[in-house]
T-cell receptor, first 116, second 117 residues
Framework: ETGVTQTPRHLVMGMTNKKSLKCEQH?????MYWYKQSAKKPLELMFV???????ENNSVPSRFSPECPNSSHLFLHLHTLQPEDSALYLC???????????????FGSGTRLTVV | AQKVTQAQTEISVVEKEDVTLDCVYE???????LFWYKQPPSGELVFLIR??????QNEISGRYSWNFQKSTSSFNFTITASQVVDSAVYFC??????????????FGDGTTLTVKP
């Protein structure tokens, strides 16, 4: 039990499908993140939410649409994806980004997405 | 701009060998935090250690030890008497305290460690 729960763990979807990834934390953290990890590539930061407000979008294609209804939940809505979007999608949370006592991230186990 | 370099992409050792994973960082901030995370095959990144820029004491936790040297901007990680369960991808990360990047972690590309029986 990591404190950050991601569902589903595995997802196979066609290019015309619409699906959503879910991330949930009850650690009292105020910042949440989506990362993409492709095979043989480094972690890529996709989105950052701080107190439910999106504070960063790292030039992510519009076929990825994040949603943060409250500080405990983060979604990543997927539509018309491409095979190259197949990757491990990791959610993380942390205390307030501007807290001087920064204790790092708590990660979920990830959703392994395969686009066919 | 902050940057973390893990020059070793892959390392392979035989069980019981000692192994050191290198991490070199760049930052203009005088106050920052350094981290190591472990990513086993299951996927999640597991927090291992946090070190702030004012504390250069080396730390030991069981078979793990960390060597922080500000003079060389390095934060290296040594596993003593490695075990097969240590096989994972290890990430070094840096977080600045001030500026527009405050609180956001920059990760290295990771080092894949394989420990063979």
């Amino acid at each position: 039990e990591t404190g950050v729960t991601q569902t589903p763990r595995h997802l196979v979807m066609g290019m015309t499908n619409k699906k959503s990834l879910k991330c949930e934390q009850h650690l009292g953290h105020n910042a949440m993140y989506w990362y993409k990890q492709s095979a043989k590539k480094p972690l890529e930061l996709m989105f950052v939410y701080n107190f439910k407000e999106q504070t960063e979008n790292n030039s992510v294609p519009s076929r990825f649409s994040p949603e943060c209804p409250n500080s405990s939940h983060l979604f990543l809505h997927l539509h018309t994806l491409q095979p190259e979007d197949s990757a491990l999608y990791l959610c993380a949370s942390s205390q307030d980004r501007h807290d001087r006592g920064f204790y790092g991230y708590t990660f979920g186990s990830g959703t392994r997405l395969t686009v066919v | 701009a902050q940057k973390v370099t893990q020059a070793q992409t892959e390392i392979s050792v035989v069980e019981k060998e000692d192994v050191t994973l290198d991490c070199v960082y760049e930052t203009r901030d005088t106050t920052y935090y350094l981290f190591w995370y472990k990513q086993p095959p299951s996927g999640e990144l597991v927090f291992l250690i946090r070190r702030n820029s004012f504390d250069e004491q080396n730390e030991i936790s069981g078979r793990y030890s960390w060597n922080f040297q500000k003079s060389t901007s390095s934060f290296n990680f040594t596993i003593t008497a490695s075990q097969v369960v240590d096989s994972a991808v290890y990430f070094c990360a840096l977080s600045e305290v001030r500026g527009t990047n405050a609180g956001k972690s920059t990760f290295g590309d990771g080092t894949t460690l394989t420990v063979k029986p």
